[in-house]
């Protein structure tokens, strides 16, 4: 495995998508490098703060320096008010990776036919994606 690159800046957001109906929400929260738009990492979990602590543990060996996210609660709780800038105009990369990964998968679309019908194969599905898109692993 390689050694992991210094990031100054990251990007941080959470999209939606739901498991057998809308009522049950699944959520894709991930954050790219500012410079480059690609996935340092991220974390399929229900919309709660735990899921953003997992995702901010596993961002710690980048050292990134500034963080730009739009204005949601577990960012600012969670996020040094220094390194931390909230608005749109320095999200617009993850902005537009969520509209590419709702395009290539079709359980991230809102509207569509193809669904998950468990909490495994929806991460699964979406992970595999990801992984193999973004970091290059045949898993």
């Known amino acids: 495995m390689s050694a992991v ?4 800046e990251a990007e941080m957001d959470e999209m939606w998508s739901f498991v057998q109906s809308k009522q049950q929400q699944r959520w894709l929260w991930h954050a790219i490098d ?3 738009g690609k996935i340092l990492a991220y974390v399929l979990a229900p919309h709660e703060d735990s899921a953003f602590v ?3 543990a596993l ?7 500034r963080f730009f996210t739009d204005g949601w ?3 600012q709780r969670y996020l040094e008010r220094q390194v931390h ?3 749109k105009s320095n999200t617009q990369k993850i902005e537009r990776k969520h509209l590419t990964l709702r395009t290539r998968i079709k359980r991230l679309a809102r ?3 193809c669904f998950s019908k468990s909490i495994e194969m929806h991460d699964l599905v979406i992970g595999l994606f990801i992984n193999r ?7």
């Not at 898109?133 to 898993?139: K, Q, S, T, W």
């Open 5 to 8: 690159c210094r990031v100054q």
């Open 34 to 36: 500012h410079a480059s």
């Open 54 to 56: 997992k995702l901010k």
């Open 59 to 65: 961002l710690q060996p980048f050292g990134i320096t």
């Open 73 to 75: 609660g577990s960012y």
């Open 85 to 87: 800038i909230i608005g």
């Open 111 to 113: 509207k569509t036919i």
């Open 133 to 139: 898109n973004e970091f290059g692993l045949l898993i």
